[in-house]
């Protein structure tokens, strides 16, 4: 008999509709990875959400700073940062996607991959099964 693994709800956060997050979804979905989409320019994320946020993210919390906005959180302390982020999302670097304590940057749509439990994935641009 083969055990079926659980497969973990990933959050997707990003900041309006993004071809590359449709596709992630997508992909995640056809791997039953369950999938719930945040747009940060719709729906407030909080302080203390953008702090656990920045904490999995395995660095600094101006890690998760776009470049342009770099001068604008410039000696700043993470207090200041994480409200300046609340009060502009568009300063997050998106889309990223987040499961079990783990938050990465979906520089790909496939990157959604790395939560699958499987040890097959699909991959529709290797077309492995």
Partial sequence: MTKIKHQPTVTILHNGEDRKVKQAEALAKGNKLGVKSIDLSKEKVS???????????????????KKEYQHE???????????LIGNNSTMLKTPLAT??????????????????????????YNHKI
């Fill in 47 to 65: 302080e203390t959400q953008l702090d656990l946020l920045a904490r999995n993210y395995g660095g600094e919390l101006d890690s998760l700073v």
């Fill in 99 to 124: 499961s079990d304590g783990q938050v990465i940057n979906l520089t790909s749509p496939r990157s959604v991959l790395t939560f699958s439990k499987s040890e097959n994935p699909i991959d529709p």
């Fill in 73 to 83: 959180v410039a000696d700043k302390s993470d207090r200041e940062i994480l409200t």
